[in-house]
């Protein structure tokens, strides 16, 4: 028969409703942030939106710069929207992503009127904070230039907008939190598959080791084996244990039978 041998709380867990992402309301871009906070080591991605403006205009070319702070994101992969030829990437300077393109590789009526037109995929991975802090303010941007189908600059050195759950609405700057990685439970055992006391039977004392293997918050991260940890028994008529977490079993411990 199956039976419940030890329960601990695993702590609290919250849930938030995803908020709605809203949509510039004029030409311009806005960078969409995650809606959950990254752990030390995560990947994130931001996406880079146009609003290509008054109907008439086809959005042929665009540039963009984007700031971050390098001690804590780092950029590890890029990727752009297909419909434009290959951007010319500057992203030598830490925490600096220059982005420019300047002609489509589709029709003026695929880049044009359009009101969520996708730009950029960009992943980055946490590399720091993991404090459980408030959100910081982590990105900020500015549209060089969104040019039409004239080749006219209609939007120029303007910010673009950052979307993410730890502001009110959209606003010109980025904000994220991080999160902890933390100890959330502890497994002891002992490596043996079965605790015969055979000592009764032959004399030979029964001995061995207790482990432990630490559980995170993070559900990516790796159990860990602990060794600074320490052991008592509740009976000692059932076993015997050190403070260093070995155990023997003789032929006085009749406890349990």
């Not at 008054?54 to 780092?74: I, N, R, S, T």
């Not at 980055?124 to 230039?145: M, N, P, T, W």
Request: aromatic share 8%; charged share 15%.
């Amino acid at each position: 028969e199956d039976k419940i041998v030890a329960r601990a709380l695993a702590g609290p867990m919250s849930v938030h409703a995803e908020v709605p992402e809203p949509a510039l309301s004029g030409a311009g871009m806005v960078a969409i942030l995650p809606q959950s906070p990254p752990f030390q080591g995560d990947e994130f991605e931001v996406s880079i939106y146009a609003n290509t403006g008054p109907g008439a205009f086809a959005l042929k070319g665009w540039a963009f710069q984007l700031k971050f702070p390098a001690e804590l994101v780092a950029l590890v992969r890029q990727f752009y929207s297909p419909q434009y030829e290959p951007p010319v990437v500057n992203d030598d300077i830490p925490g600096v992503l220059d982005a420019v393109t300047s002609d489509i590789k589709v029709s003026d009526a695929e880049v044009s009127d359009k009101s969520r037109l996708f730009l950029a995929r960009l992943t980055f991975r946490a590399v720091g904070g993991g404090d459980d802090k408030a959100a910081l303010k982590i990105f900020s941007a500015v549209v060089r230039e969104m040019v039409n189908q004239g080749n006219l600059p209609y939007v120029k050195n303007a910010p673009a907008m950052m979307f993410s759950p730890w502001t009110d609405g959209m606003q010109a700057e980025g904000y994220l939190a991080f999160e902890a990685v933390r100890p959330v439970g502890l497994f002891a055992f002992a490596r043996s598959g079965s605790l015969v006391n055979s000592a009764s039977l032959d004399g030979r004392p029964v001995v061995g080791q207790i482990n432990a293997i630490a559980l995170y918050s993070r559900p990516a991260s790796s159990m860990t084996e602990v060794s600074s940890i320490t052991c008592t028994s509740t009976d000692t008529t059932i076993m015997s244990v050190t403070s260093t977490c070995s155990y023997s079993l003789d032929a006085l411990h009749v406890g349990g039978l």
